[in-house]
Nanobody, 122 residues
Framework: VQLVESGGGLVQAGGSLRLSCAAS????????MGWFRQAPGKEREFVGA????????DYAESVKGRFTISRDNARNTVYLQMSNLKPEDTAVYYC????????????????WGRGTQVTVSS
């Protein structure tokens, strides 16, 4: 499976960005797609995830109500719509696939993109 993120950039606090994750490969539609982020000096943390087939989602408490994950099955793409961004959202954002359940555990994902930088200025 190959994952390619895009859409990162610099935005002011309170602004919005939409990240995309284009997926290619084998039988990914039965799996979960996740978004994670890693800020400098911090561990990678779960942001949200979506089941390809059902569309069920899960979010970290820190982003609930501000971030929304959606998917376009025809385009094999998952999106992370981020609104009301805060400086603490600054991080490299990664998409991941391969988890068999809706999970926050990064070790259950077996394919990762290279990440896209999101910087939120105050």
């Amino acid at each position: 499976v190959q994952l390619v993120e895009s859409g990162g950039g610099l935005v002011q606090a309170g602004g919005s960005l939409r990240l995309s994750c284009a997926a290619s490969g084998l039988t990914f539609w039965s799996y979960t797609m996740g978004w994670f982020r890693q800020a400098p000096g911090k561990e990678r943390e779960f942001v949200g995830a979506v089941r390809w087939r059902s569309g069920s989602t899960d979010y970290a408490e820190s982003v609930k109500g501000r971030f929304t994950i959606s998917r376009d099955n025809a385009r094999n793409t998952v999106y992370l719509q981020m609104s009301n961004l805060k400086p603490e959202d600054t991080a490299v954002y990664y998409c991941a696939s391969g988890a068999r359940v809706l999970t926050t555990n990064p070790h259950e994902y077996n394919a990762w993109g290279r990440g896209t930088q999101v910087t939120v200025s105050s």
